[in-house]
């Protein structure tokens, strides 16, 4: 799963530079390419990292509930 992360970002790294590059020589589409980018990142990317992270309850310890905060207060 790490290895497919990495490639997933250096594809939106390659997609990003790829935009910038066509919005410095003023093409006409360079701002689809950017918005594509955008997209990718915020749908593809971003939820496949979330997934990643999350799974497996790592983050149980950072919620904060009645219980934790009544053993808190001892």
Sequence with gaps: MKTIIKILFIIFLVWMATGVYLLNTNHEKA????????????????????????????????????????????
């Design 31 to 74: 701002h689809i390419v950017m918005g594509l980018g955008i997209f990718y990142m915020s749908f593809i990317l971003m939820p496949i990292f979330i997934y990643h992270r999350y799974k497996g309850g790592k983050y149980k310890k950072y919620v904060i509930n009645n219980n934790t905060s009544i053993k808190q207060k001892d």
